[in-house]
Structures are given as structure tokens and as C-alpha cells.
């Protein structure tokens, strides 16, 4: 494909140093999106670009929302910034009742951030002052998951389990981790995979190593998104509660792509029946518009701080982000969450997902495909590797389907899609048709 020039200037393509990005191989080819509107992009040659992943798992509602835009245009004219500390604006009080009344039943104090690496970073700094404000300061470790992805913070990457977002930059905090769930026996699994609920089971074995005194907390992804789409074996998530409990470990829900519709309901830990003690949001609680994120802990966390926390002007938690609570980030919420249930959206994800489901997994007769696996709107497909290179046929792929009018993501391994929240089926059909034909056109290329 013959490219046009982007609408920027050399300097400025240099200029940006981008984020999670193979920046020599996209300045060389820019791939440039000037506009958007519901489920579609517009490159810089007035292509337009089916959004696969709806953003970044942020815009589930589509783009350009007009009662999205509209409070966030009245807000920016309104009350544009209000002081994070010491200081309070209307709508982030009420938006933090509005996330309370729809979380499970103990998750009601709402702790705003900026973003899901933030959100985390704060949730693992909540669960350490936690258990030194209880008289349990030796109790420290924090146990992730091998392929977790928890943001780029130190924190985050600590308890991370990809490899490759930890490399480069040395020892983080004292952690460990739990082995994946990806097992062959659940290959092309539909839904829940039905084998592996006993792997919670190792966090046994975590305490005999470090002992309970010495753990503050799990994290997990109730579904994990970032590695691949990997969603937990029946029963893997309530064994984990059960361990925590027996243990008093605190387990944190890393809910920042889960959250807020693509599983069909408002957390993963409702549809799941598991209560976290703390739970990481982000992403879709603005449908991606602004920046926001936060940390829903239960009412005994909160209390601690509160009844432990000194004279009354004293600070009980000295943590916050100069953006915590963004008035027009809040508005952005507000209105997301006015859309979804104005309009039924949770209803509409419901309906579409076995459709989605069985669109998705015609995709395994295609031989570059080693494996696919799905919940909700989220889905992820395994490539085999070209020997040597693992992450090359998923970036062949991605591209290819980019050259077609279509965006997926490529993260290691794997193909990775979380389609908008009312994606037609005549849509879902051209993005399943323009992906087999790139694992197709995949296949031939290594023959």
C-alpha cells in the first residue's frame, strides 16, 4: 500500500518518543489517526478503521459519544480544575456514590487516581499501610501472577508477570508470584476454561515460603487482558478468596479492562460472585475521553485509616495525584455511566457475546493459530511462532489487518480484540473475514 505523508513534520515524528512502541519501525511508516467517530477511526488518508479493541479497552461506548462530549464541554466552561487536596468539587463526590451502588455489596470508599497504573500503585501502597496501621507491619510481600499486567509504575511491573515489562529496569519492590493458568488441556476453551481451579491452590505454598505474616496482599486480574486474554478456570477465583481469608491476606481485583461493561456487568467480581478487599478501575469509567482511575476498597479498610489516623487534621493516608478526581474527569464518568444505563448497554454486551464467541473461534481451522480464547467482549488469539521471533506473525497479522481497515492489537504471542459494546453483526463479520485473511495470507508466507 502506498502511503500519503502524514499531516506532521519530520521534526515533529521525532520529536515524540511513543509509548509501548517499536518507534523506529512506525517512523518509518506512520500510521496516523486524525479523527473518530462511534465505531471507526479515520487515518491521515481518510481511511476508515473498524476499532477492534475499542481504543484500549477504554471506548466500549464508541467514540465521540455526544453526551460524553457535551458534560465534558460543560465542565471544561464550568469549573475546569479544583485543588485534589484539601479541597472538594461536587461531582467527584457524587461520582464516587454513583461507583459505590454499583460494586458488590462492602466496596463503598472510592480513592480517585489518574489512570490503572496509578490506580494500582495506590491499591499496593492501601494494602502495606493497611496491616501497619492493624499493628502487622512485617506484613509487606505482595504476590502477583506470572503474565499479570498491573500498569508500569514500580509497583505495577513488581507484580507484573511479562517478562519483558520488567527487564530493563532492575530490582522493584519484595514480591512474588503465582504460576498463569494457561494450561493445554483448555485449549480453544469457550468461556470459563473447566481445568485448573487447583492452581490457586500454590498460594499455599506461597505462605509456607514466606510466611502469612509476611504477605499483605494478591493481585490478579479477574480475567486477564494485557497477556493475551486469559479468563480464570471455574472456581480458581473463589479457592483464592478462600486462601486470603484463612491466611489474612488482603486480595486486590485488578479491574481496569474488566470493569464497567465488557464482561456484561459493572465488575468481574460481581459476575464472579468473589468480593476483593480492594479493586483497581480505569479505562472504560470515562469511556476513555479523560484520563481517570480508582481504587474501590472496602468500609473496614477505610475505617482503619480513619480511626488510627491521629488528631482530626492530621492526614490518614499521605498518598494522592495532583489529578485525583479531575472535575472534568469526573463529569466524563458520570455521563459514561448515565449512557450505560439510560441505554441498556450491560444488556447489549450480554446478547452479543455468544455471537462474538462463536465468530471468534471459527478462526481455529486457520493454521497460524495455536489457540483462542474469549469472556465477554474481550478475546485473544495464540499464534505459532516463526522460529527464533514469537512476537513477529502477531505484528504481520496486525498490520495486514490494519492495511484492511481494521484495528486488533499485537502483545507477544498473541492477537488480542475487545470489540466495541454495540458492534453490529454485519461489522463483527468483515473484522472476523479481513483477520482470517491475514492469518491466512500468515500461513502461506511461512511455507
Known amino acids: 500500500m502506498d502511503f500519503q ?21 512506525f517512523k518509518q511508516s506512520p500510521r496516523i ?67 459505590a451502588s454499583l460494586m458488590p455489596e462492602g466496596l463503598n470508599r472510592v480513592f480517585f487516581t489518574g489512570s490503572g497504573s496509578e490506580s494500582v500503585d495506590s491499591a499496593l501502597k492501601i494494602a502495606r499501610a493497611y496491616w501497619k496501621k492493624r499493628g502487622k507491619g512485617s506484613k509487606t510481600k505482595l504476590i502477583g501472577r506470572a503474565k499479570g499486567y498491573h500498569g508500569v509504575n514500580f509497583g505495577g511491573i513488581s507484580v507484573g508477570g511479562i517478562g519483558a515489562n ?48 509476611n504477605i499483605a496482599a494478591v493481585i490478579v486480574e479477574p480475567v486477564a487482558g494485557s497477556a493475551g486474554v486469559i479468563p480464570p478456570p471455574v472456581g480458581y477465583l473463589k479457592r ?65 485509616f480513619m480511626d488510627t489516623g491521629g488528631a482530626h487534621y492530621l492526614l490518614e493516608l499521605p498518598h494522592g495525584y495532583t489529578y485525583s478526581a479531575h472535575p472534568i474527569a469526573c463529569a466524563a464518568a458520570l455521563a459514561t455511566l448515565d449512557v450505560m444505563q439510560d441505554e441498556g448497554v450491560l444488556a447489549q454486551v450480554r446478547d452479543l457475546t455468544p455471537v462474538f464467541e462463536s465468530k ?7 493454521d497460524v493459530v495455536a489457540d483462542i480464547r474469549n469472556f465477554g467482549l474481550a478475546a485473544g488469539l495464540t499464534l505459532h511462532s516463526v522460529e527464533g521471533q514469537p512476537l513477529l506473525n502477531p505484528y504481520r497479522v496486525a498490520m495486514a489487518c490494519w492495511d484492511k481497515g481494521f484495528y486488533v492489537r499485537y502483545g507477544g504471542d498473541t492477537i488480542q480484540m475487545g470489540i466495541p459494546f454495540r458492534t453490529t453483526e454485519n461489522e463483527l463479520d468483515l473484522m472476523i473475514n479481513a483477520l482470517g485473511e491475514a492469518l491466512a495470507e500468515q500461513s502461506k508466507d511461512e511455507k
Request: net charge negative; aromatic share 8%; glycine share 8%.
Open 240 to 304: 483464592l478468596r478462600e486462601i486470603c481469608n484463612q491466611h489474612e491476606i488482603l486480595l486486590i481485583f485488578d479491574e481496569v479492562i474488566t470493569g464497567f461493561g465488557r464482561m456484561g456487568s459493572y465488575s468481574a467480581a460481581e459476575l464472579f460472585g468473589v468480593t476483593p478487599d480492594l479493586m483497581t478501575i480505569a479505562k472504560q469509567i470515562t469511556n476513555g475521553v479523560v484520563p481517570m482511575g480508582a481504587v474501590i476498597a472496602k468500609q473496614e479498610i477505610y475505617d482503619t
Open 5 to 25: 505523508h502524514p499531516p506532521i513534520s519530520s521534526e515533529q515524528l521525532a520529536a515524540h518518543w511513543m509509548p509501548f512502541t517499536a518507534n523506529r519501525e
Open 33 to 99: 489517526i486524525e479523527s473518530a467517530e462511534g465505531h471507526y477511526y479515520t487515518d491521515h488518508q481518510g481511511r476508515q478503521i473498524f476499532d477492534g479493541l475499542s481504543g484500549l479497552w477504554t471506548c466500549g461506548l464508541g467514540h465521540c459519544h455526544p453526551k460524553i462530549a457535551q458534560a465534558v464541554s460543560e465542565q471544561a466552561r464550568t469549573l475546569d480544575y479544583s485543588p485534589a487536596f484539601q479541597f472538594g468539587h461536587p461531582k467527584s463526590f457524587e461520582l464516587a456514590e454513583r461507583i
Open 360 to 366: 471468534v473461534h471459527s478462526l481455529r481451522s486457520c
Open 166 to 213: 520488567r527487564a530493563l529496569y532492575g530490582e522493584g519492590i519484595a514480591s512474588d508470584h503465582l504460576a498463569h493458568t494457561l494450561l493445554e488441556d483448555n485449549l480453544f476453551s469457550r468461556g470459563l476454561p473447566e481445568q485448573g481451579a487447583e492452581l490457586a491452590n500454590e498460594l499455599e505454598q506461597k505462605v509456607l515460603l514466606h510466611g502469612a505474616d
